[in-house]
Structures are given as structure tokens and as C-alpha cells.
């Protein structure tokens, strides 16, 4: 799953950051971000607030692709 924030869109309301600090902050012009840890996702049980993120924002800035590789990502490594 990949997590990202239209730029372009934001307005820097901060509902991300207050619903799911663990994914989201501001950055120095009070805009939302991804952490860049969690571009990728989290572990399972952070989904419910990564939603409640996602329905927060005021003007639906974020995005969830469930079916996209975090970045830097390798797709031809099988991890064994």
C-alpha cells in the first residue's frame, strides 16, 4: 500500500497529523505530509486510522493505493 498527500490540494488544515500522528505531520508551511517512513503503509491494526485520516481530510488530499509497492521497493525481489 502506498500513502501520499496531493500537494497541490492541501490546505494545511492538519486533520491528518491530529487523527493519525503516526503516518502524517505539517511541515514548516503547515501543509500535510507523509512521514517518510510510512510512504509504504504501517503494520496491520494502523489501517482504521489511516482511513479515519483519509475521510478527515477536508478536502480529500490523501490518497491509499492498496495495490501499490512502497517506494524503493524492489517488485522482482520474492524477499527470499
Do not use: N, Y
Not at 1 to 28: E, K, Y
Amino acid at each position: 500500500m502506498r500513502v501520499s498527500i496531493d500537494g497541490d490540494l492541501c490546505i494545511g488544515a492538519g486533520q491528518c497529523a491530529l487523527t493519525s500522528p503516526q503516518f502524517f505531520t505539517q511541515d514548516d508551511d503547515g501543509f500535510g505530509t507523509v512521514l517518510p517512513e510510512r510512504e509504504g503503509g504501517g503494520p496491520e491494526g494502523d489501517d482504521d486510522l489511516l482511513d479515519e485520516a483519509v475521510r478527515a481530510c477536508p478536502v480529500q488530499a490523501i490518497t491509499l493505493d492498496e495495490g501499490a509497492e512502497a517506494p524503493g521497493a524492489d517488485p522482482g525481489r520474492s524477499g527470499t
